[in-house]
C-alpha cells in the first residue's frame, strides 16, 4: 500500500472520531449515571442538617471552653429545653445551626464570644416508649428488625411473672393490640414475635399488686400499693406526689437494712425513666426536705439567704446573678467564698469575679455546696479572711442564717 494513502487515510478516520465525539451531547451524563444511587434504608435522618427538631428529642450542647451550659437536653412538650446562663430556649422547629446560633445569641449576655455547637443523639421519629413491668422501662431508639422478644430483651427482661403479664401495644393509625406473654414467652407462639415500629408505645402490667411503705415530703405518707415491677415513681404518684420543699434529688429506697439513692427529679422533671428503680414489696421510700441552701452577704443588690434549687446546680457566679449582682461599691477582684472545713472551723477562698465580668476564660467559677456563705466586701474595707480571723465568724452567721450548720 502507498505510504503517503495510507496516512491520508488515518489522518480521516481520526478526525471521524473526534467528530462523532463532538456530536454526543455534553450534558449526557455516563450510563452508570443514570440511576440515582439507592437511599439508604437504614440512615439516621437527624444527621440531616435540615432535620427540624421536635418534642422529646435529645441534643447536645457543647460551648467551647465553658461547662456549665454544656450537656444532654431533652427538648419538653413545649418544644423548650432550660440552659445554664441562657435560661429557657424555644427550639422546637429549628435545624441544629438555628439551635446554636439562637442559644449563643443568649450566652452573650455572660460569656464573650461563645462557640456553640449542636448534635442531635435521638429523635422521638426514631424512638420506642416501653412502660409497666420490665426492668429497664424508658425510651429506647428504634433498630430495624426489632420483635418483641429483642425489645424486651432490651428493657432488661420482664419484672413480673410473665404468666401474670400481658402487653398492650399502641402503635399510630392502627387499634391497640393486647398480647399474652404467657403464650409468647412461656408456650413459645412465634407468631405474637412481630416486628416492633418507630414511635410504638407498649405497656406491660401485671394483676400482681405489692405494697411499698413511704414517709417524708409527700401527699399522704403510709403504705402505698403498687403493680408488680412498678418503679419508684410510680410509688410517688400513689402517695399523692412530692409535697410543697421536697427534695426529689435525695430520694432514698431502704430494702433489707440497706439504702439506695434515687434521683426522682431526673425521672419526673427530666424525663429519665430509665432511673425508674423498680421496688420490691416491703420497700419503704423515703422523700427527704429541701435543706440545700446558701446565703450571699455584703455589697450585693438583694443579700440574703438563698435555696439550691433541686436537681440543679448552682455556681458562684449564677448566685452572684441570682443575689442582683455587685453595687457600685463592691470589692469585685475577690469575693470570698466561705465553706466549714472537715475540722469544723471556716475556710476561706478568694475568686477574682471582676475578671469574670471582663471575660476571662480563665476563671474557675466553683459549684457551691449546702451551706457556703459568698461575701462581697465594699471596695477598701477588710474581706472575709480578714474578718473571720478576728472573730467567731461562724457564730456571727449562725446569728444571721440559723440554718447555717
Given amino acids: 500500500m502507498n505510504k503517503p494513502r495510507t496516512l491520508v487515510l488515518l489522518a480521516a478516520l481520526a478526525m471521524a472520531c473526534v467528530s462523532a465525539a463532538q456530536d454526543k451531547k455534553p450534558t449526557d451524563p455516563p450510563a452508570a449515571t443514570q440511576k440515582s444511587a439507592p437511599q439508604d434504608p437504614l440512615k439516621n435522618p437527624i444527621q440531616d442538617e435540615s432535620y427540624r427538631i421536635q418534642a422529646d428529642d435529645v441534643i447536645t450542647i457543647q460551648v467551647q471552653d465553658v461547662s456549665e451550659p454544656s450537656g444532654t437536653y431533652t427538648v419538653g412538650k413545649d418544644g423548650r429545653i432550660s440552659v445554664p446562663l441562657a435560661g ?24 464573650r464570644n461563645p462557640i456553640v455547637t449542636v448534635n442531635v443523639t435521638s429523635s422521638a421519629m426514631q424512638r420506642i416508649y416501653v412502660m409497666g413491668t ?25 419484672a413480673s411473672d410473665p404468666v401474670r403479664t400481658k402487653l398492650v401495644l399502641f402503635r399510630t393509625g392502627s387499634e391497640h393490640k393486647e398480647i399474652s406473654m404467657r403464650k409468647l414467652l412461656v408456650d ?25 411503705n413511704v414517709v417524708g415530703k409527700v ?7 403498687v403493680q408488680e415491677g412498678q418503679g419508684v415513681a410510680e410509688v410517688l404518684a400513689a402517695a399523692g406526689g412530692a409535697g410543697e420543699g421536697a427534695r426529689l434529688s435525695g430520694v432514698r429506697l431502704v430494702r433489707d437494712g440497706k439504702e439506695v439513692n434515687v434521683d426522682l427529679y431526673s425521672i419526673v422533671n427530666k424525663g429519665n425513666p430509665g432511673l425508674n428503680l423498680t421496688v420490691k414489696d416491703g420497700d419503704t421510700l423515703y422523700v427527704p426536705d429541701l435543706l440545700n441552701r446558701i446565703a450571699v452577704i455584703g455589697m450585693v443588690g438583694r443579700p440574703g439567704p438563698m435555696v439550691i434549687p433541686d436537681g440543679k446546680v448552682l455556681t458562684l457566679t449564677e448566685a452572684l446573678a441570682l443575689a442582683g449582682g455587685p453595687t457600685l461599691r463592691a470589692k469585685t477582684d475577690g469575693v470570698s467564698l466561705v465553706r466549714k472545713g472537715a475540722d469544723g472551723k471556716a475556710t476561706f477562698q478568694n475568686y477574682n469575679y471582676k475578671a469574670y465580668l471582663k471575660g476571662d476564660k480563665t476563671f474557675v467559677d466553683p459549684v457551691l455546696q449546702d451551706g457556703d456563705i459568698l461575701v462581697m466586701a465594699q471596695s477598701g474595707k477588710a474581706g472575709a479572711g480578714e474578718l473571720g480571723s478576728g472573730m467567731g465568724f461562724f457564730g456571727f452567721l449562725r446569728g444571721i442564717f440559723p440554718f447555717f450548720p
Avoid: C, H
Fill in 188 to 212: 413459645g407462639d412465634d407468631s405474637l414475635n412481630i416486628e416492633v415500629q418507630p414511635g410504638d408505645v407498649l405497656n406491660f402490667s401485671t394483676d400482681v399488686m405489692i405494697r411499698i
Fill in 88 to 111: 429557657e430556649v424555644q427550639i422546637a422547629g429549628l435545624t441544629r445551626k438555628e439551635i446554636a446560633d439562637l442559644v449563643a445569641s443568649k450566652l452573650k449576655k455572660e460569656i
Fill in 134 to 158: 420490665v426492668s429497664a422501662p424508658g425510651i429506647k431508639d428504634y433498630k430495624p428488625k426489632w420483635r418483641l422478644t429483642e425489645l424486651i430483651a432490651a428493657s432488661g427482661g420482664l
Fill in 219 to 225: 401527699g399522704r405518707q403510709g403504705p402505698v400499693m
